[in-house]
């Protein structure tokens, strides 16, 4: 897995976005990564939109296109997820980038590109806060952000009482993202192996019920067996349906992995939270969880 040169001051980064458009503005996050040395760049999305998008197809993947071309771009943000990076991925050229690679920032729908990226182009990539979510963002969250692109520590350790975890040992490469996401680009080109990885998940605003199937659906398609382990984030704004489904959704994760013996944490902060701690996707880590404490290191 290539990882791409981390951050200095002075560089020049992107913001864009590949799939829904931006409501409001991102003032705050321009400051944010302007009071971090860096020059930002803004896409013409940015201001954007065709109906639910930054723009029509073409022109999200043109904009993306650039900044995955322009050598002096040394990062790319998107600026918000949504619903549209799947409309336009099979549609770009990474002849460049490949090459030449540069952190893609992003969460949520952003899990398409991540994907791909990883399992096509084989680059790591940052899970973490986006433009958008900047403002409501937990210090902690920018700061490992900021880490994570400049090169420092994201080493995570942090405590968990909600729901037991699985204890256990893994050192495999971080591989996941959102799980209707990731339900969605099952057997398409975007799509890899989970075999001998560490899958982190994150959802929001699902039915109980909808959570059930996917992961049924990724049981069923041999996604789960031979994990190395389970990274459970937030799974947030969850809808119960009439009569109720009966099972909180950590209950429904483990009934789909209880045969297996990999460990499985619950509560990590990453996802749709504020506390949303940036992850470098196709590092390989050491995970490690106990029941009540998980500690998540990145090794060379």
Known sequence: MKIPEFLKKGDTVAILCPASYIKGNIDIAIQALTNWGLNVQLGHTVSA????????????????????????????????GGYGSVRIIDSLDFTFFQNNPKWLIGFSDITVIHSHLHNVVNVATIHGQMPKTFEDSSKQALDSLHRALFGGSVDLTYMQKDYPNRPGNASAPLIGGNLAILH?????????????????????????????????????????????????????????????????????????????????????????????????????????????????????
């Open 184 to 300: 969605s680009i099952l057997s398409s080109p975007s799509d890899g192996s989970f075999d001998g990885k560490i899958l982190f998940l994150e959802d929001v605003g699902e039915a109980l019920y909808n959570i059930d199937r996917m992961l049924w659906t990724l049981k069923r398609a041999n996604k789960l067996a031979k994990l190395a382990g389970l990274i459970i984030g937030g799974f947030t704004s969850l809808k119960d349906s009439d009569p109720c489904f009966g099972q909180r959704f950590e209950d429904i994760i483990m009934d789909k992995i209880r045969e297996y013996d990999f460990p499985v944490c619950f509560s990590f902060p990453a996802g749709h939270i504020d506390d949303n701690r940036a992850l470098i996707l196709g590092r390989k880590v050491q995970l490690t969880v106990t029941n009540e404490e998980t500690s998540l290191k990145y090794l060379i």
């Open 49 to 80: 939109q065709f109906h639910q998008y930054a723009g029509t197809d073409q022109e999200r993947q043109e904009d993306l296109q650039q900044a995955l071309d322009n050598p002096t771009i040394k990062a790319i943000f998107a600026a918000r």
